[in-house]
């Protein structure tokens, strides 16, 4: 009878703190609160799919990975079908998996619960790099995916790869071809508005429509002003500064941004960023100061921008970013901070242990 009572009560919870409850829990935590009643089932928020996990990637080799969750700072393990790799990649949802004998394939959000898996050629079929004496695992730099290979039979691939080329595969293809560029040394690339726009290493902007006269083709569409490339700061007086890194997102309103990011030199953890809006129709480049309800998700593989509403516990006008630091004694920093654009204040909010974290973006 007791039993029956206590049961009773937890049904009878008020809805809105049952809503309370529901809102600090991640995608999977809240399936099986949902499974509880009908009443906590009416009573949870809706769930978000467009939340993104990072993948922690240290357990090479294993037939499982561990995800960190935003929404419940928890970390939960996944268990991989059927592949073992030791190198991973991530583009909009889909993750390149890496072998150590340079075998590539790209499976569906592995959060999800069907796991749909594509074989891609393998390291050796890049054009022009017989001299190469032995595969290694960061040979694939970047990895984006026009569409979904899901919903669209048409879906192309391109890569950075070895010291910085890019490479494009399309299905039915059983080898890469490479992209002409009039520099084979780019930062990032991604898919925007029907094509595929890079930048190379003088901060050239790039576009290859794989579907126009020339798809193996690179053509500069804009450069970057010299007086933009160049990162001022106020504090502390007299650091030095080198550029890390740079990213191209397309904003969730569908504008490109340039985003650069700035290590101090010789001191602790210390990023800066700079977020820049190009528009390639006029050819001219502002500078973002406030996201405003929106976030950037940078890391070393893909990157994207995310609305941010009153249901999500993450923060808006903020950079969240994935880094990775090898010391003189070769021992290596990992983790994701976030960069708070309105006072450039960093918090380094996850600690990893030996590679890269990286983002996995909801499907799409």
Known sequence: MASTSMARNWAELPPELLQLCSQRLCP???LAFRAVCRSWQSAAVKERSDVPWLMLTNKRG???CEFF???CEQVHKKLFPEVMANGYISSRGWVLMTSRHGEFQVLKNPMSCYSHIIKLPNWNKFPNIEDLPFFYVGFIRKFILSDSPTT????????IYD????GLWKPGEEEWTAVNAPLDEFFDVIYYKGSFVAVDYEQRILRCDVDGPTPFEAQVVFQMPQRLQEFEHEYPSGSLWDLDQVYLVQSTTGSLLFVSQWEQLRSTIT?????LEIDLDTQTCTEVENLENTSLFLGHNSSFSLEVDEDHLIKPNCIYFTYFRLSLSQSSDTGMGIYHLKDGTVELHFKGKSSPSLWI????
Request: glycine fraction near 4%; charge should be positive; charged fraction near 20%.
């Open 28 to 30: 999977k935590n809240l």
């Open 271 to 275: 990023f800066r960023f700079r977020v």
């Open 361 to 364: 973006e909801p499907c799409f």
């Open 152 to 159: 669209s039979p048409d879906y192309k691939v391109m890569v």
């Open 163 to 166: 010291i910085g080329q890019l």
């Open 69 to 71: 969750c935003l929404s």
């Open 62 to 64: 294993m037939p499982w």
